[in-house]
């Protein structure tokens, strides 16, 4: 029997097709073409659509690819030419694994040994609060965790359809891990006139509507804000937790950018820390799930794929089910387990590798700090664009004025106006960035998303093709001809 679309996931169907993936196989072709020798105004392609900070110039950090190397060569081990904390840590590693090596399976939750660092960490960080590694489950990057949270909290067919309350803008595949696990996503908006603050208001209009037509179970947060770059301050959680404690919310707290804080005077704070601090009335009372991935921070360790979540006051009864679908899971690969260990716990002070894995460190969030302010100010300067302060995570979110005419001609090619916007820049200049309409935002308000996790050589090449772009695109539905669709 031959496989038609009729017989294609209904749900799967109904997602449709990401304008995000569309731009980014566009991109690989014209890559293809400019390798082939096909003429073209630029000589390669500058993706900035989403984060990939080693594939844009970003260099890996040294003692992580040093200890892996020994991890996965273990004769290196009495080689002195590798500093000794690199060769002590990666056999403390290599001893955590089954068998003594990195080829073998670990236990579908993450290997025990990982577990317990992590929950060293988060107590570390949250000046003593409490933490069990039996809490911590290990996946292959933040999406795979929040996909086994969906599948948890998703109702049965034929069943009040279970939501969640979701920023916008928001997360550019969230709504597409909602929809797949049958979550009806209910939208808050975020105050970009106060740099994408939450507003308490707007919350408890979402959950009018939503019990218009669903049953409300979670609500979803970045902070650091995806793509918006906003931090919350504490009395902002404080009152989340609130509201969540209210409405009998679960909190679904994407924290995998919290390494990433780079505005002058921020502070960030877990939620955990925050929810503890607020005392039994709230912590006894609110459930949470924490998520962060070895992807983000200053590593952007994309290709290891590792992440984890911690699961805060969840009930032991529930938290069998979830034990049951990590299980139904192969464990996440053990390289990026380990890495997640080096993450969390980097070299001391009285360490050799200390000096340069600092150096390093301090360097990408000196860059990162630099890109978000240049990319803020460049864009600002832009007729017809104006960005918020980006002050953590790797995003920019400029708003983009577009002319009648340019949403007139979307409408006719079917396709929102921003992602005509971005389709015109990729063929023209050889920049990928993101459509706003992916993360949420419609109906007339358009943004684009722009990764600055890049290098500076990178980012500048990317903004002076962006602004020729720009002048030109806004000229031409001003006073000029119209532009063939790509």
């Not at 566009?26 to 984060?51: M, N, W, Y």
Request: proline share 6%.
């Amino acid at each position: 029997m031959r496989t038609t679309l009729l017989d294609v996931n209904p749900r799967l169907k109904a997602i449709g097709e990401s304008p995000c993936n569309a731009l980014r196989a566009r991109a690989l072709h014209i890559t293809q073409e400019l390798a082939q020798g096909v003429p073209k105004t630029f000589s390669r392609v500058v993706d900035l659509c989403s984060f990939d900070p080693q594939r844009e110039g970003v260099p890996p950090n040294t003692f992580l690819q040093q200890v892996l190397a020994v991890c996965l060569y273990p004769e290196l081990l009495s080689d002195e030419k590798c500093a000794l904390d690199v060769r002590q840590r990666a056999r403390r590693l290599i001893q955590s694994c089954e068998g003594s090596s990195v080829g073998c399976y670990t236990p579908s939750s993450g290997l025990v040994y990982i577990q317990h660092r992590i929950a060293e960490f988060i107590t570390r960080r949250d000046a003593g609060v409490p933490t069990d590694a039996h809490s911590i489950f290990i996946c292959s990057g933040f999406w795979r965790t929040l996909t086994m949270m969906t599948k948890l909290l998703s109702s049965s067919e034929g069943e009040p359809q279970n939501g969640v309350l979701v920023p916008l803008p928001y997360p550019h595949t969230l709504a597409m891990v909602l929809g797949l696990a049958g979550i009806r996503s209910v939208p808050y908006r975020l105050r970009e006139d106060a740099g994408w603050a939450m507003d308490l208001e707007e919350l408890q209009r979402a959950i009018r509507t939503a019990r218009g037509c669903c049953r409300p179970m979670a609500i979803f947060i970045s902070n650091p804000g995806n793509p918006t770059g906003h931090v919350q301050n504490r009395k902002s959680i404080e009152e989340v937790i609130k509201f969540a404690a209210a409405e009998k919310l679960f909190l679904l707290v994407n924290e995998v950018d919290q390494h990433s804080v780079h505005g002058s005077g921020i502070q960030w704070v877990s939620y955990k820390k925050v929810l503890f601090d607020m005392g039994p009335k709230y912590w006894d009372r609110v459930q949470m799930a924490s998520f962060h991935s070895l992807s983000n921070g200053l590593m952007g360790e994309c290709g290891l794929r590792a992440g984890y979540m911690e699961l805060v006051n969840v009930d032991k009864e529930v938290m069998i089910f979830a034990e049951t679908l990590v299980n139904m899971d192969i464990s996440s690969p053990v390289p990026g387990q380990l890495a997640l260990d080096i993450l969390l716990n980097p070299p001391q002070p009285s360490e050799p590798s200390y000096d340069l894995y600092t150096q390093e460190i301090l360097t990408n969030l000196a860059t990162l700090t630099e890109n978000a302010l240049r990319a803020q100010d460049f864009l600002n300067s832009l007729p017809g664009m104006s960005c918020q302060p980006a002050v953590g995570g790797f995003y920019v979110y400029p708003r983009v004025d577009l002319p009648a005419e340019v949403l007139e001609r979307a409408k006719a090619a079917g396709v929102e106006a921003d992602v005509l916007y971005c389709q015109e820049l990729l063929e023209e200049q050889g920049v990928c960035v993101g459509a706003g309409s992916e993360n949420g935002n419609t109906g007339g308000e358009y943004h684009l998303r722009l990764c600055v996790g890049v290098s500076s050589v990178v980012l500048e090449e990317a903004l002076e093709r962006l602004s020729a772009f720009h002048l030109r695109f806004l000229d031409s539905y001003s006073c000029g001809p119209h532009l063939e669709t790509p």
